[in-house]
């Protein structure tokens, strides 16, 4: 898999990899309407409650620079997030899984989810309902920054909530010798570059986290015109939704005042991505638990102003998002990250008991509220 990384949506090999390695051990692949990306499931000889693992499949355009004897074949391509780690992961948990197929108390579904990278794939497994009826979801990353036998997870948000906006600001252009003649979109866009950092500094709580940076700025072309129009880009992150609520609010307050101030307007797109990891105290006990259990050091996670579209599923599903250490490597998205593999095994082995251990919990759950 990780010879032959495929981006976002374009995930067909690695789609009919996955299919083939759950179909040699009989694991049933659901009939579902995905391009890319697979749910299997198993159904476990006991009647009970559903639970799902989720992993992610897809790769990204950079051109590996890792020394490993499974180097990218494909120029321009890479598994620099891991998710090739998630998918092994996976595929072995529910290989363990299937060995105790006549003893499992429930049933568990395996998410391999297409296009992560770019944040709408988990809406794709969402919109065809598989998971309407699942109570319990565990998804996993890698952490090159944690050593192999080591988890980190904690209630509450892992990750930040990711949000993309656009400005359009509209002057009149001009001769460069008579800018009086015109309105500068260059000045004004100085001018709210400045202002919008005060909205972290100024309006937001000390205690609380967020981010707002320009990326973008574009404006004019040659040096003796005053350009008519400029544009900028950015994007917000945000850990909690009143404060992910108030920032667009800020921001256009902001834009608006300085246009007008400066006789421009000013036009802001805002385009909501995922919210922030949500997860459940209820889970990460249960996660922690089975970790313990199986030998792994439970390390402290440090909050991600990083995005992660596992939050889709957790809006509507209570779960945890879990942090399974790789060994020290270059960060995500670098050209020489790597993964050490011996975290493998020992991650099926950990997802697998915690689906398991999750089916337990449940059954037993709903025992007391039909007993009580
Ligand atoms: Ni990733």
């Known amino acids: 898999m990780h010879q032959h990384p495929e981006l976002s949506n374009e995930e067909f090999e690695t789609t009919k990899l996955v299919k083939e390695k759950l179909s040699a051990v009989d694991i049933k692949i659901l009939d579902l309407p995905l391009n890319t990306g697979l749910v299997a499931e198993i159904i476990g000889d006991q009647q009970g409650p559903i639970i799902a693992l989720r992993c992610d499949i897809d790769a990204l355009p950079i051109n590996e620079e890792a020394d490993l004897a499974y180097q990218s074949e494909v120029g321009g391509k890479m598994h620099a997030c891991g998710h090739d780690f998630h998918t092994a992961v996976i595929i072995g948990a529910a290989y363990l899984l299937k060995q105790l197929e006549h003893t499992l108390p429930g049933t568990v579904r395996f998410i391999f989810q297409p296009a992560e990278e770019t944040a709408h794939g988990a809406e794709q497994i969402l919109s065809t309902g598989i998971l309407s009826n699942v109570q319990a979801i565990f998804g996993l990353h890698n952490k090159p920054n944690l050593p192999v036998g080591s988890i980190g997870t904690a209630a509450g948000a892992l990750t930040a909530a990711v949000d993309r906006f656009e400005i359009e600001i509209s002057g009149v252009g001009t001769h460069a010798a008579h800018p009086e003649k015109g309105i500068d979109p260059i000045i004004v866009s100085a001018y709210i570059v400045t202002a919008l950092q005060t909205i972290v500094s100024r309006n937001i709580n000390a205690f609380d986290q967020a981010l707002v940076s320009i990326t973008h700025l574009k404006s004019g072309n040659t040096w003796n015109v005053i350009p008519e129009t400029a544009y900028l880009e950015g994007t917000v992150r945000t850990l909690n939704a009143e404060t992910r609520n108030f920032i667009p609010q800020r921001l256009r307050q902001i834009i608006k005042g300085i246009a007008e101030s400066f006789g421009a ?108």
């Open 265 to 372: 307007t000013a036009e802001l797109k805002w385009y909501p991505g995922p919210p922030a990891t949500n997860n459940t105290t209820e889970w990460v006990n249960v996660a922690i638990e089975v970790a313990e259990e199986v030998g792994y050091e439970i390390e402290e996670v440090s909050l991600d102003l990083g995005g992660e579209d596992f939050a889709y599923y957790q809006e509507k599903i209570p779960g945890a998002f879990i942090n399974v250490g790789t060994g020290y490597s270059y960060p995500h998205h670098h050209p020489k990250f790597a993964i050490d593999e011996a975290a493998i095994l020992s991650g099926a082995q950990y997802f697998a008991k915690l689906a398991e251990r999750a089916l337990v919990y449940l059954s037993e759950i709903g025992n007391v509220k039909d007993a009580g």
